[in-house]
């Protein structure tokens, strides 16, 4: 039950720093990208503040075993850059341009988005299900990680 509740506690202060910070807005984010038009650069603190924290937590969650709550934390993956990485977040990024949204601004974004967040965010799902089901054919048939 503990468990529960900190997810929804930490989903909530996820979802409300993502609104907060402008994340959910599109025009905010596709401004952000445009880098040879007219770019804005504020997004930039909402990065720097997302990894500062994370660099405290890594560190410290590095010489855990288990989470607070009890659970064992997944070992440390192997940094492997490999195809499928890369043309994971090639996709990824141009979603993002196309869109302005990534995976949690879009389900923030339910919230207001009316049937046009719905629709992003089914698009989104049958997305990452071709993505994971071409992934393992690719694999299958021998493809070069």
Same mark, same amino acid.
């Given at each position: 039950?503990?468990? %529960?509740?900190?997810a929804c506690?930490?989903?909530?202060?996820? +979802? #409300?720093?993502?609104?907060?910070?402008g994340?959910t807005? /599109?025009?905010?984010?596709q401004?952000w990208l445009?880098?040879?038009?007219?770019?804005d !650069? /504020? $997004?930039?603190?909402?990065?720097?503040?997302?990894? $500062?924290?994370?660099?405290?937590?890594?560190r410290v #969650?590095?010489?855990? /075993?288990? #989470?607070i709550l +009890? /659970?064992? $934390?997944p070992?440390k993956p192997t940094? %492997?850059?490999?195809s499928?990485l890369l043309a994971?977040?090639?996709?990824? +990024?141009?979603g993002?341009?196309l869109?302005? %949204?990534? !995976?949690?601004?879009a389900?923030a974004?339910?919230?207001y988005?009316?049937?046009?967040?719905?629709?992003?965010?089914?698009?989104?799902?049958v997305?990452? $299900?071709g993505w994971?089901?071409?992934?393992?054919? %690719?694999v299958?048939?021998?493809? !070069?990680a």
């Amino acid at each position: 039950m503990m468990r %529960l509740v900190f997810a929804c506690l930490a989903g909530g202060l996820f +979802g #409300a720093g993502l609104m907060l910070s402008g994340m959910t807005d /599109t025009r905010k984010v596709q401004g952000w990208l445009d880098i040879f038009g007219a770019w804005d !650069p /504020t $997004l930039a603190f909402v990065l720097g503040g997302a990894i $500062l924290p994370m660099l405290v937590a890594w560190r410290v #969650a590095a010489r855990r /075993t288990n #989470a607070i709550l +009890g /659970t064992p $934390l997944p070992p440390k993956p192997t940094p %492997l850059l490999d195809s499928r990485l890369l043309a994971g977040s090639a996709l990824f +990024g141009f979603g993002w341009a196309l869109a302005g %949204l990534c !995976p949690g601004p879009a389900l923030a974004s339910l919230s207001y988005g009316g049937v046009q967040g719905l629709v992003f965010l089914g698009a989104m799902i049958v997305g990452m $299900l071709g993505w994971r089901g071409l992934s393992a054919a %690719l694999v299958r048939r021998g493809a !070069p990680a």
